[in-house]
């Protein structure tokens, strides 16, 4: 079966710090592979999303990037975190239909002193 | 632009009630609807997807329907519990492919 897995579950840094969150799926390959975030009163918001290694699309602009070094690892970075970052950071992996669900990880919660 | 919104925001219930939470989105041209359950600082579980080319879905005691035209989709719980207590998101998939998500309804189920 599939899992998926996001660390760190929590993370408080100060403002200007980077930011370095991964998530891994196993039990699959070539997943569709996607962040995003959910803050405080707005519903999520899809931050990237990668059909394959090396490939990313960005949905939003920001001062967040995100990588897919690997078929079934994608992270989520920031050289200098802004107050704004703060919130809950989902990823979801699905196959390659359009038909098909998402399913989601447990979370990274994020917060910026 | 897909906007997604959810009535009510928040929904409180004894429990043993039926109840029906509501979803509607702008851009009928889509592939799929979604709707998920989230509890407290956790991620999201999928209760039920239906696709563009069907009406409703069941799982359970969870009834969910779909009118592709109008831009609407209900979620029906039948005989709620408190376990049922949560937030449940309504999403629909684009044709990127990706998922444009309502704020919610937070539903709380009173013993």
């Known amino acids: 079966s599939q899992t998926i897995h996001q660390w760190p579950a929590t993370l408080v840094q100060p403002v200007g710090s980077p930011l370095s969150l991964e998530c891994t799926v196993e039990?699959?390959?070539?997943?569709?592979l996607y962040w995003y975030r959910q803050a405080a009163g707005r519903g999520l918001q899809l931050l990237f999303y990668?059909?394959?290694?090396?490939?990313i699309s960005s949905e939003v602009p920001q001062n967040l990037s995100a990588s897919r070094p690997q078929d079934r690892q994608f992270i989520l970075s920031s050289k200098k975190l802004l107050l704004s970052d703060s919130g809950f950071y989902l990823c979801?992996?699905?196959?390659?239909?359009?038909?098909?669900?998402?399913?989601f990880g447990p979370g990274t919660r994020l917060l910026v002193l | 632009k897909q906007e997604v919104t959810q009535i009510p925001a928040a929904l409180s219930v004894p429990e043993g009630e039926n109840l029906v939470l509501n979803c509607s989105f702008t851009?009928?041209?889509?592939?799929?609807l979604q709707w998920f359950r989230q509890d407290p600082g956790k991620g999201l579980t999928s209760l039920l997807l239906?696709?563009?080319?069907?009406r409703e879905q069941t799982s359970g005691r969870l009834n969910a329907s779909l009118d592709k035209s109008s831009g609407r989709s209900t979620l029906y719980i039948a005989a709620s519990q408190p376990g049922d207590s949560a937030t449940y998101l309504c999403?629909?998939?684009?044709?990127?492919?990706?998922?444009?998500f309502g704020k919610g309804t937070k539903l709380s189920v009173k013993p």
């Open positions: 979801a992996w699905s196959g390659d239909s359009r038909q098909e669900t998402q399913y």
């Open positions: 851009d009928s041209a889509i592939y799929n």
């Open positions: 990668s059909v394959g290694i090396g490939q």
């Open positions: 239906i696709q563009s080319s069907q």
């Open positions: 999403a629909v998939r684009g044709s990127q492919g990706n998922l444009i």
């Open positions: 039990g699959t390959s070539n997943p569709n």
